[in-house]
C-alpha cells in the first residue's frame, strides 16, 4: 500500500493532538508496516512538528515494560505516538511519561488496513460525543451487570471510579487512541462475581472461534475454559503473566459506528455496543493493581445494565446518545 492512502487518516491522530514546534517521538518495532510509521512521520512534517523515530524489538505481551532507552526518549517528547505491535499503554515507562505531562497517542496492533478502512475513518466529533456520554454514565454510576447470549453474567462495582473518554483526543488524566472509540473505567478491586464469556477475540489470541470461558470470583479469574483459544490464553499468562495477570482490570463499552470486527481486539473493541473486559494491569484505568499483563476480551452483544438502568441491549445503545 502506498505512503499517501495511509497519510490520508494517518493526519487525523496527529492533527487532534500535534502542535507547530512540538517534539513528537514516533514509537514502533520491528514487526510493524513501513508504510505506517513513515506515514505518521510524514503527518507530524505536515503539521510542523518535529518527529523522531524509535524502532525496538516487539515486546513479548501487552503490558511488558519498554527498553531503557525508549523510556527515557519519552520524557524528552511533548507528544508519543506508539504504533507497536502490542499496546504499551499498562507500562511503567508510559505511566511515568504522562506524570511528567507527555500527550500519549495509543496505536498498538495497527496495520495499514485499520489506517485506511473502518474505525479510523469516522466522523471524531461524533464519536466523541458518544463517548462522552457513555463516560458521564460509568462515572456516576455504582453497579455494572453484563450477560450475553454466549452465558456472559458477570456483575461488578464501579463506584467512586471514573469513565474515561477514549476518542482520539488527548486530554490530562486520560489518553488517546487511534483508532479510538471506548468509555472505560477500572472495577473496584475484589468486587466482580460472575462469568465472562469470550466470543469474539481476545489479546494474544486473536478470533475467537470457540468461545473463552471466564469464572471469576472476589475480582479475579479462577477458571479458564474452552478450546484451542482457552489453551493459549492459559499458556500465554503461566509464561509471560504473573499473579495480578488474573485481575479483573477493565471494562469499556465500545463507540465507535465505523469500527469493524475483524478479528483484531484493537479494532473490535471500538464496535458501537461491544464491551471488553481485560484481565491483568488496572492501573492506566483509574484502578490499583500492577500486573506485566494486560489482555482484552471481547463481547461483542452484551446487554448491560449500570444500576439496574439497561444501556445496551444485545449489542444496541437504548439511551440517548445525543445527550
Do not use: W
Request: hydrophobic fraction near 40%; glycine fraction near 8%.
Amino acid at each position: 500500500m502506498q505512503i499517501v492512502e495511509v497519510l490520508k487518516y494517518a493526519r487525523i491522530p496527529v492533527r487532534l493532538n500535534v502542535k507547530k514546534g512540538e517534539s513528537v517521538l514516533i514509537l514502533t518495532d520491528t514487526s510493524v508496516e513501513e508504510v505506517v510509521y513513515k506515514s505518521l512521520v510524514a503527518a507530524v512534517y505536515e503539521m510542523q512538528g518535529i518527529p523522531t523515530m524509535l524502532i525496538i524489538p516487539p515486546l513479548a505481551a501487552f503490558g511488558h515494560e519498554l527498553p531503557e532507552i525508549a523510556a527515557a526518549a519519552i520524557l524528552k517528547a511533548d507528544t508519543l505516538i506508539a504504533v507497536c505491535c502490542v499496546a504499551v499503554t499498562h507500562t511503567d515507562a508510559v505511566r511515568k511519561g504522562l506524570d511528567a505531562g507527555v500527550k500519549y497517542v495509543a496505536m498498538g496492533g495497527v496495520n495499514s488496513d485499520m489506517l485506511t478502512h473502518g474505525a479510523a475513518t469516522a466522523d471524531y466529533a461524533e464519536v466523541n460525543r458518544i463517548t462522552n456520554r457513555f463516560a458521564e454514565i460509568l462515572t456516576t454510576g455504582e453497579k455494572v451487570r453484563v450477560t450475553s447470549t454466549y452465558g456472559t453474567d458477570i456483575t461488578f462495582s464501579i463506584k467512586g471510579r471514573k469513565g474515561l473518554p477514549l476518542a482520539g483526543i488527548f486530554h490530562p488524566g486520560t489518553i488517546a487512541c487511534f483508532p479510538d472509540g471506548e468509555a472505560a473505567c477500572a472495577p473496584v478491586e475484589g468486587t466482580a462475581q460472575g462469568l465472562i464469556v469470550v466470543d469474539t477475540s481476545m489479546h494474544h489470541v486473536g478470533r475467537c472461534q470457540s468461545p473463552i470461558r471466564l469464572t471469576v470470583k472476589d475480582g479475579r479469574v479462577v477458571r479458564i475454559e474452552g478450546e484451542e483459544e482457552a489453551e493459549l490464553l492459559r499458556k500465554v499468562l503461566e509464561t509471560r503473566g504473573d499473579d495480578n495477570s488474573y485481575n479483573i482490570a477493565e471494562f469499556a463499552i465500545g463507540t465507535n459506528p465505523q469500527a469493524r470486527c475483524i478479528g483484531n481486539p484493537q479494532e473490535d473493541k471500538k464496535t458501537l455496543g461491544s464491551i471488553h473486559i481485560a484481565i491483568g494491569d488496572s492501573l492506566s484505568m483509574g484502578g490499583s493493581v500492577y500486573s506485566r499483563t494486560h489482555l482484552d476480551g471481547l463481547i461483542l452483544k452484551p446487554t448491560v445494565y449500570v444500576d439496574d438502568k439497561m444501556i445496551i441491549d444485545n449489542g444496541r445503545p437504548v439511551i440517548d446518545l445525543r445527550e
